[in-house]
């Protein structure tokens, strides 16, 4: 678990050369940093909202489906209703590996986030941070992708 980085919380923090070179900017060789800094920003925001509610949303799923799962448990007991029962079955083992394929992205996308990004000391102070904030968009569109995509990778390998 600490390992893969779950255990305790990880600093994620900007590189020393980057920090000196946005303090170094005077007042008008800022102004296209306040601009890179609001559009990504606003992106991760969007991005952010995007994965709490989705994932949100499959746990609340898991939820239910536990919640309700002795009624369709029931129907076991008679011959004609086993179906129902194996059709619940297979849709709480879909929706539990969707818990699980969450929960892999997450740790997959910590783990990409921890890492520092590659600084170009030769560069702009704004082209600095708008690499670094398209590295970190870049990261998060595929932790999105990851998620929103769990259902349809459980359908193909349950064959649902």
Do not use: H
């Not at 746990?59 to 059709?87: C, D, E, H």
């Amino acid at each position: 678990m600490r390992t893969a980085g779950i255990g305790s919380a990880q600093k994620v923090t900007l590189p020393n050369e980057m920090i000196k070179s946005i303090e170094d900017c005077g007042f008008f060789e800022s102004i296209p940093l306040w601009a890179v800094t609001l559009i990504g920003s606003l992106f991760i925001t969007v991005m952010s909202f995007i994965i709490i509610l989705t994932v949100y949303g499959r746990f609340f799923r898991l939820y239910m489906y536990t919640a309700i799962a002795p009624i369709p448990l029931a129907t076991f007991v008679g011959q004609p209703t086993q179906n129902i029962g194996k059709s619940f079955l297979k849709s709480y083992l879909a929706v539990c590996m969707e818990g699980a394929i969450i929960v892999r992205a997450c740790i997959i996308f910590s783990l990409f986030a921890s890492s520092p990004p590659v600084v170009d000391t030769d560069a702009a102070p704004a082209a600095m941070v708008w690499k670094y904030i398209g590295e970190l968009a870049f990261n998060m569109l595929v932790l999105v992708g990851a998620v929103k995509m769990s259902d349809r990778v459980v359908q193909e390998m349950l064959g649902l």
